[in-house]
């Protein structure tokens, strides 16, 4: 059983490697191929999705969603890890996103947030703290069955916005909570 | 392989919530070892897979600002009691876990 279960581990890791690599590209090409043919259909660019991962052999579940945005999670400022993750859009502020998260917070190596939308066919809630050395945190994709409602625990160098940026409907909504935080989590 | 998680999920009203918690370092790679001066290098998480049965249902991208132990709550519909619920994880050493768990 744990000779069987070993080879597969590592062909997944080489996978995964591999994925990174060449699907960023791959989709960027394919998304700007069907934005220009005005053919942008959600379902079928999931379709081609899978179709050119089942053409590569890498036909896992992760294929509906995007790889890991390197360059969004190393961007050392908000507006360019923003720009990185979703592109030039601007996000509008919203009043159907709550952002749950205490006024201060003592210890900034473990702040709660919650992040909660009423908007419709939420497709990502991302949690971007913008005086972190890396001000993204933490982005969710959901599918069509997932609630607009995440909860997790990020760090916070000092104390700063925590924004909430929602993808709806193809279109970007944002949010913002302050948080004081009196012992940064960031840090040695 | 470490391979630490604790998953909890119930079904009520139709909606499944689903509370996590990954046992994991999440070391940013700008901590400094107190002792010898040296940076810790960084190791973290970087994707969280949640499936109901066969289907995706949320892929979580992290970055070093996740917290130590990261926690993740969220909440779907489509489940019924009884059903698993699976969430694996990899991180930037390329390490990686798996956990499933019975929604209640």
């Known amino acids: ?188 | 392989m470490a391979n630490k998680m604790k998953i909890r999920a119930w079904v009520d009203n139709g909606k499944t919530t689903v509370k996590a918690i990954i046992f994991h370092p999440m070391e940013t790679g700008m901590r400094k070892n107190k002792k010898t001066g040296k940076l810790i290098p960084a190791h973290y998480i970087t994707e969280v897979k949640c499936e109901h049965g066969n289907k995706a249902i949320l892929n979580c991208m992290w970055g070093p600002g996740v917290s130590k132990n990261p926690f993740l709550s969220f909440r779907f519909k489509g489940a019924k009691a009884g059903d698993s619920l699976k969430i694996s994880w990899v991180d930037n050493k390329g390490n990686s876990g798996s956990s499933v768990a019975k929604i209640k």
């Open chain 1, 1 to 188: 059983m744990l000779l069987f279960l070993l080879p597969i581990s590592t062909w997944r890791h080489f996978c995964n490697q591999f994925w990174e690599e060449i699907t960023p590209t791959l989709l960027e090409e394919l998304y700007s191929m069907l934005k220009t043919r005005r053919i942008l259909l959600k379902a079928g660019m999931t379709a081609s999705c899978v179709a050119v991962a089942a053409g590569a052999n890498l036909l896992t579940p992760r294929t509906v969603f995007a790889a890991w945005p390197k360059q969004a999670f190393s961007a050392k400022k908000y507006p360019e890890a923003l720009h990185a993750l979703n592109g030039k859009r601007k996000p509008i502020d919203s009043k159907a996103i709550t952002v749950k998260a205490p006024d201060i917070a003592e210890n900034g190596a473990v702040v709660s947030v919650s992040v909660t939308t009423t908007l419709p066919n939420v497709e990502n809630i991302s949690i971007f703290v913008p005086v972190n050395n890396f001000p993204l945190s933490a982005s969710y994709e959901m599918s069509s069955v997932t609630d607009g409602f995440i909860t997790g625990r990020i760090k916070m160098a000092k104390t700063s916005d925590v924004i909430a940026v929602v993808k709806s409907n193809g279109k970007l909504y944002t949010a913002k909570k302050s948080v004081k935080v009196t012992l940064g989590g960031c840090g040695g």
